[in-house]
């Protein structure tokens, strides 16, 4: 779960790492109030789940009313990759002489937190990270002792901080690892860490993503769960507590488990199609829960067939089959066509109560994808 | 032969008393498992099907000479369990649980590499050596036995893999879902250093997905290290950068890291063909036998 930067700014300052003064606004007049509490320069900033803000335009700096309003309205309303702006921060400008940054993460590799500093701050790490690696300076945490103290340090010396910044920049790292293990974050970083030109170091920016799986014991972290979906469908699919990503193409896919679902979308592709989503009905699925798994695939404009493919563990054949007819025998024509395969736990059963009249029935996958294939190219002539 | 588990390894059911712990019990009882005890913690003295259970873990252990627990205890409480049954001398710990936290995993990680056991998991199917021994969810009748080992991912892939195995009469030694987690106990790396050393097993299927260099350390492992013949397959080509696909590991980043093409090339630079679909994967394996 992803939190917005002001949110996650929000958590930093009560922490005690140093923000630049700031307020939400989502409209033209709010942000004018904001710009003439907080002064010149003031930069405004979508509030929106999208990586590189800056250069898709989502971060304009105002150095007078009518550039105030000017970024204000620019930016409230746009559409920015796929999530429409509907709020601001307006933040106090900052004069820096200097960018770093400055991060937390899990290693998975190593199955352990790592701390990452870097003076080449303000842009984007990955692509640090690719072309000149020896700039981050990395030091693995022990889970279960924490980041020590000297560890901090190292890994602020060892990226070459000047030493008159050195003692603020740990400070700010260590906030951050416990911010990270108090909260179950999967990442948080700061990018970047300015030194204004007054020698201060402050945060200017802020990201912090909270483990899905964790949840449960941060009510109050779940209650910042804000717009997490890009469209109607993957909310429609939060709500029904699918695993669903929208994709491009026009064959629909269900199916269950997670590597078998990623199989079919690739032999959709192997085959020919172009897969529309991912949907993952889970494990041990009910015939409702099949029953909204069409509805969902039915509800995408871009689907023009569909292909259910089940591979029976803790899932039953009979109980998949009763969800599918229970589904379309409420259609008096079939929105798209779908083809059914069913194999492992109660596949023979389900075979038997499968109403094939509704829908077209193939004994492997490949067969199965072959004709959805077959169906979505016709259906969309 | 077979690796990990056998008609001799004594299972002791952690969650016993819920719904899949109940369940797969069963399940693995009419497989014909040594399910030997049950622990959950405040119904000692109770039973499952036969099966007497015990507060603690080291209780059933001492009870009953468990080998290998299986645990069906829900996320919140997973880790607990895992470090409980880590610090008995079992040999083995499989975690079925889905959406354990990660940094629970971290800490579970830490103490993994203090101690013998070994753990499979979290979020997989399990392990089977057919005809002797089933820890998990997996469907035995889909399974026979065999001289093909089989490490995975995935559950549902492992079942559509095996199916187009033993249809055409390949059996396997021992199948392994080594789970979809980012942080897992047994990696690629461990199953199939145990199916190299294993001379029973004639070949194997590594079934890979995007997400992590795990299955690039493998390749490389494989490579320099392995006579025994391995097929791949890597789910997830299609899936774009930055979206979750179901697993929590499955993830391409960002900047492009965790790639099927990444995993790929470095299989086949390994001298592992790589399938285009599972039919070409158990193509391979006939071709190696």
């Known amino acids: ?63 007078s009313e009518d550039e105030a309003r000017e970024a204000a309205e620019s930016i409230l309303g746009m559409d920015l990759k796929g999530y429409t702006v509907d709020r601001v921060l307006v933040e106090q400008g900052v004069d820096f002489v200097d960018e770093y940054y400055v991060g937390v993460t899990m290693d998975r590799g190593e199955g352990k937190p790592v701390a ?95 483990d899905e799986d964790a949840l449960f014991r941060h009510p109050d972290l779940a209650e910042m769960e804000e717009d997490a979906y890009q469209n109607d469908l993957e909310r429609k699919a939060g709500e029904y507590g699918f695993d669903y990503v929208r994709l491009s193409g026009n064959t629909g896919i269900i199916g269950n488990g997670a590597g078998l679902v990623m199989t079919t979308l690739d032999l959709v592709d192997y085959y020919g199609g172009t897969p529309a989503n991912f949907l993952d009905i889970g494990g041990g699925a009910k015939a409702e829960r099949v029953a909204n798994a069409l509805d969902m695939v039915f509800s995408d404009e871009n689907v023009d067939s569909v292909v259910f493919n089940i591979f029976g563990g803790i899932t039953r054949g009979d109980e998949v089959a009763k969800g599918i007819n229970e589904a379309l025998e409420q259609f008096d024509e079939i929105p798209k066509p779908v083809v059914v395969r069913l194999a492992g736990t109660n596949a023979k059963e389900g075979m038997e109560i499968l109403n094939t009249d509704l829908v077209e029935v193939e004994a492997t996958l490949a067969e199965a994808v072959q004709r959805a294939v077959t169906n979505a190219e016709e259906v969309a002539q | 032969m077979s690796i990990f588990v056998d008609d001799d390894t004594r299972v002791v059911v952690q969650g016993i008393t819920g719904g899949e712990g109940k369940f797969h019990t069963q399940q693995m009882l009419e497989y014909g498992t040594n399910v030997v005890a049950g622990a959950v913690p405040g119904k000692g003295g109770q039973d499952v099907d036969g099966v007497p259970v015990y507060d603690t873990v080291d209780q059933a252990v001492e009870a009953e000479d468990a080998t290998a627990s299986v645990v069906f205890v829900p996320p919140a409480f997973a880790g607990d369990a895992i470090f409980e049954a880590l610090d008995t001398d079992l040999d083995l710990v499989v975690a079925i649980t889905e959406g354990v936290p990660t940094q629970d995993m971290a800490k579970v990680n830490k103490r993994l590499s203090e101690v013998d056991t070994k753990l499979l998991g979290p979020n997989c199917p399990g392990i089977i050596t057919p005809g002797e021994a089933k820890l998990g969810i997996l469907p035995g009748n889909i399974f026979e036995s065999g001289n093909v080992g ?13 199916s187009n195995l033993t249809e055409r009469g390949i059996g396997q030694t021992t199948a392994i879902g080594i789970g979809g987690d980012p942080i897992i106990g047994t990696s690629f790396i461990d199953a199939l250093e145990a199916f190299e050393a294993d001379p029973e097993t004639d070949a194997v299927v590594m079934c890979g997905e995007i997400g992590g260099e795990d299955e690039e350390q493998a390749a490389k492992y494989i490579a320099e290290n392995m006579d025994t013949p391995v097929a791949g397959f890597i789910a997830g080509r299609t899936a774009p950068p930055g979206k979750r696909m179901g697993h929590a590991g499955a993830i391409v980043s960002g900047s492009g890291t965790g790639t099927a093409e990444s995993k790929i090339s470095a299989l086949n630079d390994a001298g592992v063909p790589v399938g285009d679909t599972p039919e070409e994967v158990a193509d391979s394996i006939e071709d190696f036998l």
């Open chain 2, 150 to 162: 089989l490490v995975s991912r995935s559950g549902t892939l492992t079942y559509q893999v095996v």
């Open chain 1, 1 to 63: 779960m992803k939190l917005h930067e002001y949110q996650a700014k929000g958590i930093f300052a009560d922490a005690g790492i140093p923000v630049p003064e700031s307020q939400l606004a989502d409209s033209v007049e709010g942000v004018l109030d904001a710009v003439a509490e907080i002064g010149y320069p003031a930069a405004i900033k979508a509030q929106v789940h999208v990586g590189g803000r800056g250069k898709a335009g989502g971060i304009k700096i105002a150095t």
């Open chain 1, 116 to 210: 990452m500093v870097s003076t080449k701050g303000g842009v984007d790490i990955e692509q640090v990270a690719e072309e000149d690696p020896e700039a981050i300076a990395q030091e693995h945490i022990d889970p279960a002792f924490g980041l020590q103290p000297y560890q901090a340090r190292k890994v602020v010396y060892d990226a070459g901080v000047p030493a008159e910044y050195a003692r603020d920049v740990t400070a700010i790292l260590s906030k951050l690892y416990d911010l990270y293990e108090d909260n179950d974050a999967s990442d948080i970083e700061v990018n970047p860490v300015m030194i204004t030109s007054d020698d201060d170091v402050i945060a200017a920016d802020a990201v912090m993503n909270i």
